[in-house]
């Protein structure tokens, strides 16, 4: 091998990234703790691009018919300030929209559990009634026990109660810190959704001009080469964000009417309120509607133990034909994505990071899957191709 000036520098270069990479993997608690930092810093600018781009749509709805009206029955001395016009009339119609269905699932959730916690005080003697037959069969089971061989145990309740005291006094301490660290993250995630709303406003209001000046600043200090495959993933990403938006608020839609009409065929309480809340935690891939489960349940319980058990079994049905039919097929059909890897992208992203890996994990599979498959026409056309050449 020829040690000229090229191969030295490649060989320089290969040493640098092992040590590079050696350090990285001896250190690595301490670079994962940064990144989490950087991320905690910069969450209010992921939260507000994350608010732009769902309410992108809401904001072109009313702003691209205005545009097109004003070309045709506006002066010149107007048209000017008309796109201006447009974009302001189309970001208040659409914190319009999100305000007003968030206020409306407010309004009709608040009234239902006030009328379940009434409901609730109403029946509290029922209740205990029910609580003192319990109680009335605790003898009989205490003479059972009372039959076992509990002198063979040979327990030490000196260190049993020394033992749940001192777990007692722990917990309780446990539990205050627990408080006031969930309290300071309540306050500390409001401000970063309220400091996120700002620059969401704010990239809606001037998104041309954000993206005129990213694309410039990548022209400039890019190859073009790299250049055109960095827009061409971007526009992928964009498509398939789009799509995900849109799909699941289509599945979000169809679960909650779904929930709805077999909670009024079947007679259950409080079907509308129950059902708006599975729809609204339904756009939590393929396992928010569990959550609306959860609280339905409890809110039945306070009518009819019975008619809850039964809730939860119709949920479970529900949840059944949602996560294998509907999700996969709906969410599945917009993203271009088979129904395994949906179901396979939402149960591995869960598992890395929660919720967020959830909303987060189809989108991105989707774009690998688009590339992937790009990937695999050119290479099967080049050996295609090679082949019927060398033939």
């Known amino acids: 091998m020829i040690l000229d000036k090229k191969t030295i520098r490649s060989i320089l270069l290969i040493v640098f990234a092992a040590i590079l990479f050696f350090f990285f993997l001896w250190n690595i608690s301490l670079f994962w703790k940064a990144l989490l930092g950087i991320v905690g810093l910069l ?27 004003g070309k045709k029955h506006l002066p010149p001395a107007v048209r000017r300030f008309w796109p201006a016009i447009c974009r302001t009339l189309g970001i208040v119609f659409a914190l319009a929209v999100v305000s007003g269905g968030l206020s409306l699932l407010v309004f009709t959730i608040f009234p239902e559990v006030s009328a379940t916690l009434n409901g609730f005080a109403r029946n509290i003697s029922k209740y205990t009634a029910q609580l003192n037959e319990w109680l009335e069969q605790v003898p009989a089971v205490l003479s059972f026990l009372e039959d076992l061989p509990l002198e063979q145990l040979e327990l030490d309740w000196k260190e049993i109660l020394s033992t749940m005291s001192s777990f007692l006094k722990n917990g309780a301490g446990s539990m205050l810190s627990g408080m006031v660290n969930a309290t300071m993250s309540l306050i500390g995630g ?16 001037q998104r041309e001009q954000i993206g005129h000046f990213v694309s410039r600043f990548i022209r400039a200090y890019l190859p073009e080469k790299r250049t055109d495959r960095i827009f061409y993933v971007a526009h992928v990403a964009n498509e398939a964000f789009s799509n995900f938006v849109s799909g699941q608020l289509l599945e979000a839609l169809v679960i909650g009417v779904l929930c709805y009409f077999g909670m009024t065929i079947f007679r259950f309480p409080y079907a509308l309120t129950i059902a708006t809340t599975v729809g609204f935690t339904a756009l939590i891939p393929v396992f928010g509607a569990w959550i609306g489960a959860i609280f339905g349940a409890v809110m039945i319980l306070t009518v009819s133990p019975m008619q809850a058990l039964w809730f939860l079994i119709f949920l479970i049905v529900l949840q059944q034909l949602e996560g294998n039919l509907i999700y996969p097929r709906v969410v599945g059909h917009t993203m271009g994505l088979p129904g395994l890897l949906v179901m396979l992208a939402v149960w591995i992203g869960g598992s890395l990071s929660g919720i967020t890996g959830m909303l987060f994990s189809v989108p991105l599979t989707s774009v690998a899957y688009t590339l992937v498959k790009e990937s695999m026409a050119k290479r099967l056309e080049a050996k295609e191709k090679k082949s019927a050449g060398s033939a």
């Open 43 to 69: 969450l209010p600018l992921l939260i507000g691009l994350c608010i732009a781009f769902v309410l992108k749509p809401l904001v072109s709805l009313p702003e691209v018919p205005l545009l097109n009206w």
């Open 190 to 205: 409001v401000w970063n959704v309220i400091f996120g709303l700002i620059i969401g406003i704010y990239v809606l209001a």
